[in-house]
């Protein structure tokens, strides 16, 4: 069998590690995923929204690597008008990030089932684009969501990476809500 190509190796990550995302979140009720164990540790469902929010962001900026250049679904498809996010400060990236936990709580995020159908859809999305690329495409120059010159390839180990983190306190926050706290093992 030959060994799978750098390509490869992170598609097949990330279609693991978004499942298990979506994996914490179902084995809660809606109270639980909503629930912010303290006012500095984000709910279950606050952290799907933002890993939803980061794939959709970052297959919007793969698109023209591997397609051609397509909106995020949050606009196009209208998810944030309706969940009434018209005006209201999504953070960096319109992602959450850098909200701060006052903002980050106050945020109208609708029942669990809305922020995982999201979620799944630009997971899918994500998927599809990274399964797109090959060598060449893998290899091809990005200007990153932090506006440093890379590849396609470096980029996307960093969402991994910051994917990770938000798995990690998914299953912390799940333990520490008398859930099994490891999707991982």
């Keep these: 069998m030959p060994l799978p190509t750098p390509s490869e190796i992170i598609s097949s990550r990330l279609t693991k590690l978004d499942s298990q995302l979506i994996q914490v979140v179902d084995a809660l009720t809606d109270e639980e995923a909503s629930k912010w164990p303290a006012e500095t540790a ?10 939803a929010r980061w794939a959709d962001y970052v297959q919007s900026l793969l698109s023209p690597v591997v397609d051609e250049k397509t909106p995020e ?13 018209d005006g209201v400060d999504l953070g960096m990236w319109g992602a959450g990030s850098g909200l701060g936990n006052e903002n980050g709580k ?24 990274v399964g797109k690329l090959d ?23 960093g969402y991994i990476a910051h994917a990770n983190r ?9 333990g520490v809500l008398g859930k099994d706290g490891s999707v991982t093992v």
């Design 106 to 129: 106050s945020l109208p995020l609708p029942s669990v089932p809305k922020v995982r159908a999201y979620a799944k859809e630009s997971f899918e999305l994500l998927e599809i684009r």
């Design 135 to 157: 060598d060449t495409t893998f290899n091809a120059p990005l200007t990153d969501w932090h506006d440093n010159e890379t590849n396609v390839g470096d980029a996307m180990v």
């Design 73 to 85: 679904l949050w606009e196009f498809s209208g998810v944030a008008d309706e969940w009434g996010f």
């Design 166 to 174: 938000h798995l990690g306190m998914l299953e912390a926050i799940s």
């Design 42 to 51: 984000p709910s279950c469902k606050w952290h799907l929204w933002h890993m």
